[in-house]
């Protein structure tokens, strides 16, 4: 079964840190540029932030720059949000999305993009 499973979400007060882990599994992500998204309670998936499938290049949303990290490990087929100082905004399902190209797709919106896979999300929650 072709699927990318997202882990690592959880409660966690504000200012602490959490790293999100989005894994693939019966397919490759070397060849893929991978997004991820999160969506809060009656809002829009909204893009957060991306990296190329060499793993070189990233990019964030302004929310996200300078507290969230996106890395990955082509060979536990596995990309990875590292987030610190973390804010209860910052609340939400976390979502990575497979691209399907090389590149990083920074997408405002889920539908900005045609991505070709998405995982089924993490709950994260920041509060005291």
């Known amino acids: 079964q072709l699927q990318l499973v997202e882990s690592g979400g959880g409660l966690v007060q504000p200012g602490g840190s959490l790293r999100l882990s989005c894994t693939a599994s019966?397919?490759?992500?070397?060849?893929?540029?991978i997004a991820w998204f999160r969506q809060a309670p009656g809002k829009e998936r909204e893009g957060v932030g991306c990296?190329?499938?060499?793993?070189?290049?990233?990019n964030y949303a302004d929310s996200a720059k300078g507290r969230f990290t996106v890395s990955r490990d082509n060979a536990k087929n596995t990309v990875y949000l590292q987030m610190n100082n973390l804010r209860p905004e910052d609340t939400g399902v976390y979502y990575c999305?497979?691209?399907?190209?090389?590149?990083?797709?920074?997408?405002?919106?889920?539908?900005?993009?045609?991505?070709?896979?998405w995982g089924r999300g993490t709950q994260v929650t920041v509060s005291s």
């Open positions: 999305a497979a691209a399907g190209i090389p590149n990083c797709v920074l997408a405002a919106r889920a539908d900005g993009f045609n991505f070709a896979r």
């Open positions: 990296i190329n499938s060499g793993g070189d290049r990233t």
């Open positions: 019966g397919f490759t992500l070397d060849y893929s540029g």
